[in-house]
């Protein structure tokens, strides 16, 4: 991007004209100034007081104030590298065309620049890479239509399908809000009471919930999307990546813990030190096909997005592949500053009707405006690799105007007659799905709470079994009996022996209660409604 061509400095003749002695490395500060002590501040005599007027320190010192903006909400702690996609032009045996025109997809062997960004989700910025968690894996494409966000984790399924209650699991999920202690009952309280994360437990007690780095890990789009074709007609899709050749690896509670004594960073370093010595990971990107429409003969919604679609039903179909073999110049620059959003999508793409996809797409871009800032998508990491022409103007951190070569830049609207910027023209039919329906607040029907967590059970291999009980014992140990029974009945509903195994292992097993718990019980016992303040 070269957007940004650097003409601040005053370069050769013209310094020497100053009568200056500038390298190419002496210092400034950021008004072009020539710095020439470093070390001192300017005050009254060498003892002080100090002087108000010291530009340079002001400036050194206020820039240092404002060098963090907000962690990201979720997802704060997280590693990112460029790469390609590289389409296969094909979806199984079909033309790729068949389902979607999308542009990216179309020419076997066309590649389109990405950005990456691997995450853990509800542990800040700091906090250890080992520790159990969904892993964040969201990609940006820079396609020649504008860029494309798949904003995914490494599990294919969530713990909610209600966009209302995601808050509430945040909070739920992150310390206790008084001491600031993390701990598994606030999790466990709200999963207690929302059966429908039965199956996203299961997944993220077992040794799933930890991989074992972030290059050996799958990556999935977990929401159901679609796909529009030339003529308008839909699909609905679910996205996932497959790692290629480095495979897939997870941690046992035990091997996750021995790392974390020696490293808080082992999965940013993995990923760094691959790319630095040419050992590119690779992942394809996979997608699962169904006809758009509610699929009354199956017994979970397709727009569930706490439901697996059986691969033996609707197979994954390879459409492409993504090589990562850059890292960043600046990790804040690119990483940190980076914002995907599920509302971005390129024309071929579409959302379905999926709740908490729609409530995602609202709050992505709402939180960077806040996180960033409102022109964060002039950011060299954000900005599409295509000419971005609009009629947005101002705000903070404006770093240039968005218009086009021949526009008339006194001409900030459209319509106009004075070569002003223009709509374009649509390129394929448009997708016009028909609603006739009341507005209503209700549950989806196919609620299918706990088959799919049995079903996953059951796929596990009896070490992960093992794993998976062991550390639900571990984490429920420290929570009430209310709560612990209510899971128990849960893992029942999902398998007998899965149920039976929580169970037992609590049986032999004496927990303290962590924070959240000792203060409730202490209030009981008090008889008194806990103090707010
Ligand atoms: C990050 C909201 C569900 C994957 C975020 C952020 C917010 C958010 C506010 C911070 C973004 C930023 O500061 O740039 C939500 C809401 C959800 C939801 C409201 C449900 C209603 C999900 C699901 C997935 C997911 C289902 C997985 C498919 C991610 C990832 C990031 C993220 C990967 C980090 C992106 C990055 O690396 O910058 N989410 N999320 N989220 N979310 Fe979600």
């Known amino acids: 991007m070269n957007h940004h061509s650097d003409n601040r400095r005053m370069e050769g003749p013209n310094r020497e004209a100053a ?35 010291n530009y340079h320190f002001l400036e050194k010192i206020t820039h240092f104030d404002r060098e963090r903006i907000p962690e990201r909400v979720v997802h704060a702690r997280g590693a990112g ?19 979607t025109r999308a542009k990216l997809f179309q020419e076997q062997g066309k590649r389109t620049p990405v950005f990456v960004r691997f995450s853990t989700v509800v542990h800040g910025s700091g906090s250890p890479e080992t520790l159990r968690d969904p892993r964040g894996f969201a990609v940006k494409f820079y396609t020649e239509e504008g860029n494309w966000d798949l904003v995914g984790n490494n599990l294919k399924i969530f713990f909610i399908r209600d966009p209302l209650k995601f808050p509430d699991m945040v909070h739920a999920f992150k310390p206790d809000p008084v001491s600031n202690v993390p701990g598994p009952v606030g999790m466990f309280d709200f999963v207690s009471r929302s059966p429908e994360a039965t199956h996203m437990i299961t997944f993220l007690f077992s040794p799933w919930g930890i991989p074992a780095n972030y290059r050996q890990m799958q990556g999935s789009g977990v929401n159901t999307y679609k796909w529009v074709n030339a003529e308008g007609n839909a699909v609905l899709i679910k996205y996932h990546w497959e790692p290629l050749k480095q495979g897939i690896r997870n941690l046992t509670q035990k091997e996750a813990s021995e790392i974390q004594g020696m490293n808080d960073s082992h999965a940013t370093q993995d990923l760094y030190e691959a790319i630095e010595r040419g050992d590119y990971p690779e992942w394809e990107l996979c997608v699962q096909i169904m006809s758009d429409d509610e699929h009354p003969e199956l017994e979970f919604d397709p727009l ?10 609707f197979p994954f179909l390879k459409v492409g592949k993504m090589v990562l073999d850059r890292n ?7 990483v940190e500053q980076v914002a995907f959003g599920t509302g971005v999508l390129v024309d071929g793409l579409d959302f379905s009707d ?27 990491v954000n900005a599409p690799k295509k000419r971005v022409a609009t009629n947005q103007r101002g705000g903070q951190m404006q770093y240039y105007v ?6 008339n830049p006194h001409v900030d609207y459209e319509p106009s007659m004075m070569d002003g910027l223009k709509e374009a023209v649509q390129s394929g039919k448009p997708h016009e799905p028909h609603y006739n329906e009341r507005l209503v607040r209700k549950p989806i029907e196919r609620s299918l709470n706990f088959k799919q967590a049995g079903d996953t059970y059951r796929a596990f291999e009896e070490w992960e079994r093992e794993e998976l009980v062991s550390n639900l014992v571990g984490a429920l140990s420290l929570c009430s009996s209310e709560i612990q029974e209510q899971m128990v ?45």
């Open 81 to 99: 590298a460029h790469g390609y996609f590289e389409a296969y032009g094909t979806v199984g045996d079909e033309p790729v065309s068949t389902y």
């Open 304 to 313: 569930d997005p706490t439901k697996l679609w059986p691969p033996e039903q």
């Open 489 to 533: 009945k849960h893992f029942t509903e999902a398998d007998q022996d899965y149920g039976r195994r929580v169970a037992e292992g609590l049986q032999h097993h004496t927990g303290g209660g962590d924070m959240r718990e000792q203060a409730v019980e202490e209030a009981k016992r008090e008889g008194k409604e806990a103090d707010p303040y």
């Open 328 to 334: 960043p110049e600046n990790y804040y620059n690119e």
């Open 354 to 380: 999926d709740k908490l996809l729609q409530g995602r797409t609202f709050s992505y871009s709402d939180t960077q405006r806040y996180r960033v800032g409102s022109n964060y998508l002039q950011l060299p």
């Open 402 to 407: 968005d218009q086009a070569p021949g526009q």
């Open 19 to 53: 009568g200056e002695m500038e390298t190419g490395q002496t210092l400034t500060d950021r008004q072009g100034h020539p710095i020439h002590d470093n070390q001192n501040v300017r005050t009254v005599g060498d003892r002080g007081p100090t002087t108000l007027e």
